[in-house]
Structure formats: C-alpha cells, structure tokens
C-alpha cells in the first residue's frame, strides 16, 4: 500500500475513458461504472481516500494540521504561516482564515468520499472483502466527523452520498445534536471492528486497533467510561501489540513497529508520495526543531546537518513548562524525545554573543543569557535523518497516527473516573515505567493524567482537545503557553482569556452562506 495510494487515486479519480474526437474508448478496467459496482473497484475509491488525507498533512507548512499544537500550554510558537492561532491573535482568527475553511473543506471531502462508498457496497453481494472496504470508509467518516466536532463544536451531519440526482434538492442544514454525532461515531466504529482484522496485511490501512482506539477517544468525550476500558482492554489484551523501547518509538524513516496502532505511509518512491512525477513529501521534520541554521550560515546547505536533524523551519518549539514536567535526571523521554543543544558542524569557528563555538563544539542554549529562537530546544518524534539529505526541506518518514501508548494513557484516565485506582495505576505504569521511572505507587489524580500525557504526547496532535475536554485549556495556556523571554510566543497567555469563544474555530463564512445563516449560525463570539 505504500507505493500504491497515490496511484490508486489517480486511477479512480481520472478512470475515465479517454476520448478521441466524439468517440470514447475505455482504455483500462478502470471505468467509473467498475469503481463504484465492484467489489475491487470499491477498494481502489477506499484507497484513493488515504491520499486525502496524506494531502491535508502536506498543507503549506502544516499550517492548519499544526495551528491548534502550537496554542497549548506545551509550545513555543514561532512565526510563519498560521502562527495566529498560537497566539490567538483575534486580529486573524476570523471565519475567514484559510486554515479553518481548509480543515472543513477536506474533511468533508473525506465524508463524502466515504459515504459514497458505503451507498455503492449497500447495492453489492456481501462478502469479507467487502465489508472490510466499508468498514474503512466508516473510519474515515468516524475519523473526519470527531475532528470537526472537536474543532468547531458544531457540524453538520450527512451520511447520503451526492449524486446527479439529489445534488440540487433542499438540504437540512442544522447542527447536529451530542447524541446524533456520537450515535453515529459508536455505530460506524462498531462496524470496523466487526470486519476488520487487528493487523492489515497492507501497512497504513484502518485496522480493528486503531477503530477501537478512536472509539476509546471517543467515548472519553462522551464521558462513557466503560466504553473507553473495554476498548483499551480488548486492544491491551489481544496479543497484537506492544510498547517498544523508547528509542524506537520514532527513530526510523519506517514506523511499522508494534507499538503503532496505525501509522500513515510515506515514500519517495512513484506512488508513495503526493504525485506520480515529481516526489513531495511532507515538512514535519523541519516544524519542531529550532531554525539553528540560521546561526551557523543562514539557508546556505551547509549549514544543515544530520547532527542537528537537518533542515528546520522552527514553528513550534517545546516550553519551559513543558520541560519542568520530566525528572531530567531519570526520565528518558526527555533526550530521546528532544534536542537540547546544536553543533556547529562547519569548518570555521562562529561567533556567537560573546563566545566563539569552534568545529565541532556545541554552541549554547542561548545567546548572551537571553533565549534565542534559532539556538532552542526542539521535539525530534518527526526528525527525519532517513529519508532526506540534510539540507532537503521535505520528509518522507512515515507518521504514527495512533499508538499504544495514548492508549493506556486513555485506560488510566477512564479507571480514574471511575474510581478504579488499582487499573489506572496499571495502565499509567506501563507508560511510566517504560519511560525509566520508578513505578508509581500513591493515589493517582486528574493532574497526574494530565502531566503524563504531555510528557509522553507532546506534539502528536492531541493536547489541545485534550485540554479542551478537560474544561481546562484556557487556564493552562494562560498560565503555561510560550516562553516569557521570548515575548513573540506569549501572546495566547492574554489573548485566550479576554477572548474564551477561541475554544473553538469558526464556522468558516463562505460555509455559512451556503448553508445560510438561519438554518447554520456562525459559532457564537465570531463576527
């Protein structure tokens, strides 16, 4: 599946018959009629859609996929596009930004993909291999549909296809109820987990592990605590995955290991990236990790390095808060998960504030006593030394979606609410412990979930839904967010507070005019 996504997707979207004059003449197996009334024509659309979303992690310097990791209480945010939302600038986070139509449009792009593969397998004979597509589709739907609720609050439920016939007929457009959204995750969740297997035998595909993961982060929204422990219970206990050692989390441009639930697929190779010529990979890797090269030659290549993960844009950066959350004696996550100092890997000596880093040397954390942007700590989960030069922009290291780790931090805190302190001991421990930590053997508390997710989470994608949920994100970012010595960082600290509707993102503006602003309001606080 990794070196065929993309080209699947060219053939379902341009499968068509090529024309000549007035004539048509199919040229492939591939027709419009094959993809949506057969069986393998159903698995090519359903594997079309995972271009999609590869797609949306390929925005312009992950501006929208990373807006929200950079306003937590765990991030230094660091210019350049989207930086807004660190900050929560209320000067830029409109109805208009490009960064909120982005996440709606795509999503629901996904949602209709999917849902016209569910309407075109209802028409077809029932078999294992069919039910497993579908069973994909649904956790596309189930995956698009819990990121905008968790975004905007407020969305739109549609589980019809489009089609000639209906596309110009009167639509209800009104905000689905909890009840209607989380009736329809559980239901299409259940579904994947009755038909599909624990592993797929083609890497980067939905799997049973990772439906019940979602629907584990789903019923933890929901407050349905027992849903979320035999969701972990059933992953936890199936014998098809593990933790592995901490080192190997992330240190591969291959992320195929036993400890990820899911993971999506990246390659150089034709098919494997975002065309079929020229390879576009991805800018995680050079998001987390500061912009040293700009004190040891600017954007010359020589200035990047392997030593110093290579080439970095430094959007995002770990906070000091952040950091006051490991034992640094003890803990492992804190150096195999970041990089503290850089190297001058030059054949000069540089100077710098009123020291001179010769070859080789490390050049200080900050500059003069005063914190520097460019010569700060950063996260290396996404660091890529495999798959690019030193001095390439793009990655095609694969991406870990879900893992097990965020699933027993899921189990602690559900035995938590529960009141069960012996099970959520054991599932804390197991992140814990791995980490180099003496087991924990007090009265675990909320604080306690909520410090352990950040230390072993930081930059996965989740912390701010994950404070949001919690009804605390407000008060952390205004008393954590940023760093105080860099005061470009800090603005979200003040801003969020006087403005507590950024909880959640507009309903982007050209969305409320189609859907009309009688039937479809803009969340409230937006003008």
């Known amino acids: 599946m990794k070196r065929n996504i993309i080209y699947a997707l060219l053939l379902s979207a341009g499968l068509v018959s090529c024309s000549k004059v007035l004539e048509e003449e199919n040229l492939t197996k591939y027709s419009a009629d094959y993809i949506y009334s057969t069986e393998g024509g159903l698995k090519l659309a359903t594997s079309a859609v995972y271009s999609l979303l590869r797609a949306y992690a390929n925005d312009t310097e992950n501006a929208t996929v990373f807006a929200l990791e950079r306003g937590t209480d765990l991030a230094v945010t660091n210019g350049g596009t989207g930086n807004y939302f660190g900050i929560y600038d209320p000067n830029n986070l409109r109805p208009s930004s490009s960064q909120v139509a982005h996440m709606w449009r795509t999503m629901y792009r996904i949602i209709g993909k999917a849902n016209e593969i569910i309407a075109a397998g209802a028409k077809l004979p029932e078999t294992a291999a069919l039910k497993a597509t579908l069973a994909e589709a649904k956790c596309f739907r189930a995956q698009a549909y819990f990121l905008l609720y968790r975004t905007y609050d407020r969305i739109w439920l549609n589980t019809a296809p489009t089609t000639w016939e209906n596309v110009d007929a009167p639509k209800n457009y009104k905000a689905a109820t909890n009840a209607e959204v989380f009736a329809l995750l559980y239901s299409d969740l259940d579904y994947a987990i009755a038909n599909l297997p624990w ?3 083609e890497p980067g595909r939905f799997n049973q592990a ?23 219970d059933k992953i936890s206990t199936s014998g098809q995955y593990r933790l592995v050692a901490l080192d190997s989390v992330f240190n591969a441009g291959d992320l195929n290991h036993s400890e ?6 990246w390659s150089k190779n034709p098919g494997g990236n975002l065309s079929e010529s020229t390879p576009l990979g991805n800018y995680f890797a050079a998001y987390f990790i500061a912009q040293y090269r700009t004190e040891i030659g600017g954007t010359a290549e020589y200035a990047c390095s392997y030593d110093n993960w290579g080439y970095t844009y ?11 959350l490991y034992n640094q004696l003890k803990d492992k996550r804190y150096n195999s998960f970041y ?3 850089y190297k001058n890997t030059t054949s000069s000596p540089i100077a710098y504030g009123n020291v001179t880093v010769n070859p080789d040397d ?7 006593g005063n914190k520097n942007r460019f010569v700060y700590p950063g996260c290396t989960k996404y660091g890529d030394i495999w798959t690019r030069t030193p001095a390439e922009t793009r990655s095609y290291k694969d991406l870990i979606v879900y893992r097990l780790a965020e699933t027993y931090i899921i189990g602690a805190e559900a035995a938590l609410m529960k009141g069960n302190q012996s099970l959520a001991k054991e599932y804390f421990n197991k992140v814990w412990m791995r980490a180099g930590n003496d087991e924990f053997t007090g009265a675990l508390t ?9 230390r072993e989470l930081a930059f996965e994608g989740d912390r701010w839904y994950f404070l949001k949920r919690l009804g605390i994100l407000i008060s952390q970012v205004r008393n954590y967010a940023g760093d105080p010595e860099i005061a470009a960082s800090i603005g979200g600290r003040a801003n969020l507070p006087a403005n507590p509707h950024f909880v959640r993102w507009p309903i982007p503006e050209t969305e409320v005019i189609n859907m009309g602003a009688d039937n ?5 606080g937006y003008n």
Request: hydrophobic share 40%; net charge positive.
């Open 199 to 201: 592993k797929s035998s």
């Open 210 to 232: 990772a439906a019940r993961h979602m629907k584990a982060k789903a019923a933890l929204w929901a407050k349905d605590w027992d849903t979320a422990l035999d969701q972990v």
């Open 260 to 265: 990820a639930l899911m993971v999506q697929q």
């Open 314 to 324: 430094g959007r995002c950066l770990p906070s000091p808060y952040l950091f006051s």
């Open 339 to 341: 990089i503290h100092r």
């Open 362 to 368: 490390y050049f200080p954390l900050y500059k003069s």
């Open 446 to 454: 909320i604080k306690d979930i909520i410090d352990e997710q950040a």
């Open 520 to 524: 479809f309001p803009q969340n409230p």
